[in-house]
């Protein structure tokens, strides 16, 4: 088992950024691979990014690559979403998400363990 807490969002500018950090308790952190999803308003909620065990293989939407960096420090069993050159489209609440085992999915019905969200506003 594992509870996840986001924090981090805010009002942004348009071509600014945020870092938000998603903080994990329970045992075996490494053992998780860890997603990043996000809801925005009238949006069925999406994969942003993922990241595996080591933290050396990550995955992103096409929508994000480039702007979007996913990392994770398992001493500190956090990870976190750093968001670069933000646009009035990534307006969303954004979802930590876990789930146990080597695979990365981008489906959300593949994450057992999410957060409450961490609401992120970018205005123009």
């Known amino acids: 088992q594992v509870q996840l807490v986001e924090s981090g969002g805010g009002l942004v500018q348009a071509v600014g950024s945020l870092r938000l950090s998603c903080a994990a308790s329970?045992?075996?952190?490494?053992?998780?691979?860890l997603a990043w999803f996000r809801q925005g308003p009238g949006k069925e909620r999406e994969f942003v990014a993922a990241?595996?065990?080591?933290?050396?293989?990550?995955y992103y939407a096409d929508s994000v690559k480039g702007r979007f960096t996913i990392s994770r420090d398992n001493a500190k069993n956090t990870a976190y979403l750093q968001m670069n050159s933000l646009k009035p489209e990534d307006t969303a609440l954004y979802y930590c998400?876990?789930?146990?085992?080597?695979?990365?999915?981008?489906?959300?019905?593949?994450?057992?363990?999410w957060g409450q969200g961490t609401q992120v506003t970018v205005s123009s």
């Open positions: 329970g045992r075996s952190f490494h053992n998780y691979v």
């Open positions: 990241i595996g065990w080591s933290g050396i293989s990550t």
């Open positions: 998400a876990a789930r146990y085992g080597s695979t990365w999915y981008a489906s959300q019905r593949s994450y057992g363990f």
